[in-house]
């Protein structure tokens, strides 16, 4: 089968690519490098000992992904490409509307043109807005508060009106809670562009010396330490997620919608404290005021994933802390230095 992959550079989509590479898929990566580096497409084929084709793409150029089309039998697309920073998105609404919204309408144009019926789409937990309790199950009530949330919601949207218009397609909405760790070998991980928004890649900078404290955002939450909690999940468990979605849509299922995340919450100082165990780092923090638009909680009911597609996270907080911390310690500038060994 093959399988192309946009965004196969970044983050959650290397990982993915390397699973997928291990069981055998031909994959292409389409990937415009703007939140990513081609040091990644060695490090995947150096990991897998396997091939893959790559194009340079900017999927909002239309004409140059359908060469992509033109030049592959694609079976299946797993959408990571977006820009996923909250703030920004709040901030350039315009840029995440534009990058997000109008590359994936070219996406479905190109895979009504070419007969590809199954997509899996990168969604997140954020589209469950403020919950009103958790575990969130799946059909739990949707809102979003800030432009690259409601960029999620109108794909799934679109995705639901697509599934109800075409019977031959085939989707899977996965809906990410907070992916954190890196690939067993370090050479491979999380590698945000300036200062991280999302806490793992901040404590990790703070541990090898490259920011000099975390700030917490709040600790006078409703919960065990006053700090916010989190479903974090290991990025190997995610990308295993990925295969397990794509062997269900084998089955021809339609359209169907899964949470990945552990079922378990952290809270921010435990999160903090399980780092220092695995890295043997002290962390210094302040408590700073709440970040605007932060939920208390939030953590998932995976059990669907696990009912229907044989999928549930294997990794532990500490395993999760220890492999972020592997990847950081080994690349302290990212994809900028490389660092083996
Ligand atoms: P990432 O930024 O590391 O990866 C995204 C990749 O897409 C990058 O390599 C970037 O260069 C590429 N890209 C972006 N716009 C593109 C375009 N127009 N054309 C071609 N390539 C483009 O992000 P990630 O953490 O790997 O996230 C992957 C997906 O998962 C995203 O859709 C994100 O919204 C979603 N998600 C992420 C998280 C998280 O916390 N990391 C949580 C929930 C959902
Ligand atoms: N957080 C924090 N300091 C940071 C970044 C995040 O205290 O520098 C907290 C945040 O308030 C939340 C948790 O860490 O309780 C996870 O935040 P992240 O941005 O990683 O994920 P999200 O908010 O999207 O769930």
């Not at 694609?74 to 909250?86: E, G, N, R, W, Y």
């Not at 491979?188 to 955002?217: Q, S």
């Not at 005021?289 to 907080?317: F, M, Q, T």
Request: with cysteine; net charge negative; charged share 25%.
């Amino acid at each position: 089968m093959n399988i192309l992959v946009t965004g196969g550079a970044g983050y959650i989509g290397s990982h993915t690519v390397v699973e997928l590479l291990n069981y055998n898929y031909n994959v292409v990566v389409v990937d415009n490098f703007s939140n990513s580096s081609p040091i990644v497409l060695d490090r995947i084929r150096e990991i897998s000992k396997k091939d893959f084709k790559f194009y340079e793409v900017d999927l909002t150029n239309k004409e140059d992904l359908e060469i992509v089309f033109k030049e592959n039998e694609i079976d299946a697309i797993i959408h990571f490409a977006a820009l996923k920073a909250v703030g920004e998105s709040v901030k350039k609404p315009l840029d995440y509307y534009y990058n997000n919204i109008l590359s994936t309408l070219y996406l479905f144009d190109l895979m009504r043109k070419y007969s590809v019926c199954k997509f899996v789409f990168s969604s997140s937990a954020t589209v469950y807005g403020q919950p009103k309790k958790c575990p969130i199950v799946e059909d739990f009530p949707l809102s979003v508060t800030n432009p690259y949330g409601r960029s999620k919601l109108i794909i799934e949207d679109i995705l639901r009106d697509m599934c109800f218009a075409y019977s031959s397609l085939d989707v899977a909405i996965l809906r990410y809670f907070n992916p954190i760790g890196a690939h067993k070998s370090g050479l491979i991980g999380e590698e945000p562009d300036g200062i991280p928004n999302n806490i793992m890649p901040y404590i990790t900078k703070v541990a090898v010396g490259k920011l000099p404290v975390l700030n917490i955002f709040g600790d006078d939450y409703d919960t065990l330490d006053g700090t916010g909690i989190r479903d974090y999940i290991h990025v190997l468990d995610l990308a295993r997620g990925h295969v397990k979605a794509l062997k269900k849509l084998e089955e021809n299922p339609g359209l169907v919608t899964y949470n990945l995340g552990t079922g378990h919450g952290y809270s921010v100082l435990q999160l903090v404290n399980a780092f220092s165990r695995a890295s043997g780092k002290k962390i210094p923090y302040t408590i700073t005021d709440r970040r605007a638009g932060d939920v208390a909680v939030c953590y998932a009911d995976p059990s669907k994933a696990e009912k229907e597609l044989g999928w549930k996270a294997n990794y532990g907080i500490d395993e999760m802390c220890q492999d972020s911390w592997r990847w950081q310690s080994k690349n302290p500038d990212g994809y900028r230095e490389t660092a083996k060994g």
